[in-house]
């Protein structure tokens, strides 16, 4: 099954202290990218990357660390979190090209930072 | 820079249509796509133009005007579970890894 999976899918944490949310597909796609959805607000993105070693800040960047060291992973990390980085957050990848338009997402990850 | 216009709300009964708007203003621009999402879930991809013109896929449809830089997402015999969030998003068409989504109108379907 085509799948994007996210971990955890909870998670409360303290302010300061490093983590790490996996992202994993399996649908061997080159594009990645990860969003930060607050009430009432759509999808904002925080990083994207078009291929292996290939990432790029999105909107919303301040805070956050991102790597792509192989296809499948797109984890992010954050180094110090604070109580306004509390947020759902989804993973999502897409096909290469233009015609590629459909993104697949994960279940999302609802982090509290206290 | 990107943004994307849409309602925060929209209402409608059971069996019936509905029409939710999007405009948008891009530097450039690849596309429309329309994603819905209930309740928090992992949001789903319903349909995406390119080119001016309607495209159907079985009770939805989307509409776009590039000329006017808008479009919709028209629903059709409704039912309970459309109930749900749905976001216009745009790709950034000189920077294709960039997409910028709207801040999503909350469907309510009635009996």
């Known amino acids: 099954e085509a799948q994007v999976t996210q971990n955890p899918r909870y998670l409360i944490t303290v302010t300061g202290k490093k983590l790490t949310v996996t992202c994993s597909q399996n649908m061997n796609h080159e594009y990645m990218s990860w969003y930060r959805q607050d009430p009432g607000l759509g999808l904002r993105q925080i990083y994207y990357s078009m291929n292996v070693e290939v990432t790029d800040k999105g909107d919303v960047p301040e805070g956050y660390k991102v790597s792509r060291k192989e296809k499948r992973n797109f984890p992010l990390i954050l180094e110090s979190p604070s109580p306004n980085q509390t947020s759902l957050y989804f993973c999502?990848?897409?096909?290469?090209?233009?015609?590629?338009?459909?993104?697949?997402f994960g279940q999302g990850t609802r982090l509290t930072v206290v | 820079g990107q943004s994307l216009e849409q309602p925060s709300e929209v209402t409608a009964v059971e069996g019936a249509i509905v029409q939710i708007n999007c405009t948008y203003q891009t530097s450039g621009f690849y596309g429309l796509s329309w994603y819905q999402q209930h309740d928090g879930g992992a949001p789903t991809f319903l349909s995406y133009?390119?080119?001016?013109g309607l495209e159907e896929t079985g009770r939805f449809s989307s509409f776009l005007s590039r000329s006017d830089s808008y479009g919709y997402l028209l629903l059709q015999e409704l039912q309970m579970k459309d109930s749900a969030s749905y976001f216009c998003a745009v790709r950034d068409m000189l920077n294709a890894g960039k997409s910028t989504f709207g801040d999503g109108t909350t469907l309510t379907v009635k009996p």
């Open positions: 999502a990848s897409r096909g290469p090209g233009t015609k590629n338009t459909e993104a697949f």
């Open positions: 133009n390119a080119l001016d």
